[in-house]
Nanobody, 129 residues
Framework: QVQLIESGGGLVQTGGSLRLSCAAS????????VGWFRQAPGKERECVAV????????FYTGATKGRFTVSKLSAENTVYLQMNNLRPEDTANYYC??????????????????????WGRGTQVTVSS
């Protein structure tokens, strides 16, 4: 059974940091990429970062560039999202998702939920002002 399990969310003050983890299991993910998405109340889910399974290739959306860092150690099945200088507008439920590796080469595909085959249940991040 394929599973993606997020952890590390919580309540933090503006300017604080959190590190989210996404533990993947149940299949060989070597030909996959992993994306981090977030969804705030009343808003559509948006992609914030994507990483290849090797960890060598990363992409970020404009709102998180310079503040968020996605990473993965090659020997681990866990993807991390380090979030620094958090703002109230970063408050959302954060999800990780896995899709076939080719999605990483197209901006449209990276941001399209339909290109991801497996999803976690999410972890809540709340940033207080």
């Amino acid at each position: 059974q394929v599973q993606l399990i997020e952890s590390g969310g919580g309540l933090v003050q503006t300017g604080g940091s959190l590190r989210l983890s996404c533990a993947a299991s149940g299949r060989d993910f070597s030909n996959y990429a992993v994306g981090w998405f977030r969804q705030a109340p009343g808003k559509e889910r948006e992609c914030v970062a994507v990483i290849s399974w090797s960890g060598a290739t990363t992409f970020y959306t404009g709102a998180t560039k310079g503040r968020f860092t996605v990473s993965k150690l090659s020997a681990e099945n866990t993807v991390y999202l380090q979030m620094n200088n958090l703002r109230p507008e970063d408050t959302a439920n954060y999800y990780c998702a896995a899709g076939t590796r080719d999605l990483i080469y197209s901006l449209r595909n990276r941001q399209s939920e339909r290109r991801y085959d497996y999803w976690g249940r999410g972890t809540q991040v709340t940033v207080s002002s």
